[in-house]
């Protein structure tokens, strides 16, 4: 039986980048920042940022097959990767997930985006989550559903929002569900 020796400081890879428009970069753990090419890889541990008028799209290989699209102006992070279910941390920006096929063999991975105020959970579900400035964070869900809560909840309260359905995160609390806004005609 041969064994391959993973070299020193070798990272998971949990993505390969498909599509960048304008600056993006990837600062890596104990590297510098670099421009970010499709066909690149995504770590754990990767923090990713685009630019004005940028974006990047990575595929997830966490088991099942998940698209992960950074808009302008986004910072996200990889923090963790484990059997069924994939942790982004974002701090900036906004980033929109359209989940595993149902096809597919493990349709049951999570997907976990995290930001200073919520926390949004799919199976699957297509969504779209959003930091605000100065704070506040908003959720919407194209199709599926998504579990979404406060960080620092005392109640721990989950809510379930639907397709075409959105929620706003702020101060610890989940606000109403309300209706997916009609798209205004340019």
Not at 36 to 50: E, M, V
Not at 137 to 142: A, E, P, S
């Amino acid at each position: 039986m041969l064994l391959l020796a993973r070299p020193a400081g070798a990272q998971t890879t949990i993505g390969i980048i498909t599509s960048v428009t304008g600056r993006v970069t990837v600062l890596r753990p104990s590297s510098t920042n670099a421009p970010l090419r499709p066909k690149d890889t995504i770590a754990i541990g990767d923090l990713i940022t685009t630019g004005e008028q940028s974006d990047a799209e990575f595929l997830s290989l966490g088991g099942a097959v998940s698209l992960v699209k950074l808009r302008e102006r986004t910072i996200l992070s990889v923090i963790d990767q484990t059997p069924g279910r994939t942790i982004l941390s974002l701090t900036a920006g906004a980033v929109a997930l359209a989940g595993a096929i149902a096809w597919q063999a493990d349709y049951r991975n999570t997907f976990e985006v995290r930001t200073r105020d919520a926390i949004a959970q799919s199976r699957g579900a297509g969504l779209w989550v959003e930091v605000g400035e100065p704070s506040g964070t908003r959720v919407c869900v194209f199709t599926g559903t998504a579990v979404v809560s406060a960080v620092g909840d005392a109640d721990d309260r989950r809510v379930p929002v639907g397709p075409r359905q959105c929620v706003a995160v702020a101060a610890s609390d989940v606000g109403p569900v309300e209706p997916l806004p009609e798209p205004t005609p340019r």
